[in-house]
């Protein structure tokens, strides 16, 4: 199993972003795909789940602002990130799985600051 997430940086409250993960090494759409972030002095949290079907869940604290979706055909799963506040400054994390909460891949750092 490979994971490879990217899209964060640096960006302004009330702002947006795109996440993406590139997956390989596993049938991708046998399998559902997670995201989970890890807050600076925190511990791992789960985020947003989209299942083999389509269907997607979130944590409370993102429903709303952020969206997960897959692309089977290319292997990916995206988390669109709108209304960035200063707490979800993070480093996230996709994986396999349903309502896993794992460190896939490197993680990709997303800073909300002014």
């Known amino acids: 199993v490979q994971l490879v997430e990217s899209g964060g940086g640096l960006v302004q409250p009330g702002g947006s972003l795109r996440l993406s993960c590139a997956a390989s090494g596993f049938t991708f759409r046998s399998s559902a795909m997670s995201w989970a972030r890890q807050a600076p002095g925190k511990g791992l949290e789960w985020l947003s789940t989209?299942?083999?079907?389509?269907?997607?869940y979130y944590v409370d604290s993102v429903k709303g602002r952020f969206s997960i979706s897959r692309d089977n055909a290319k292997n990916m799963v995206s988390l669109q990130m709108n209304s960035l506040k200063p707490e979800d400054t993070a480093i996230y994390y996709c994986?396999?799985?349903?309502?896993?909460?794992?460190?896939g891949g490197q993680g990709t750092q997303v800073t909300v600051s002014s």
């Open positions: 989209v299942d083999i079907y389509g269907n997607t």
């Open positions: 994986a396999e799985g349903l309502f896993v909460t794992a460190r």
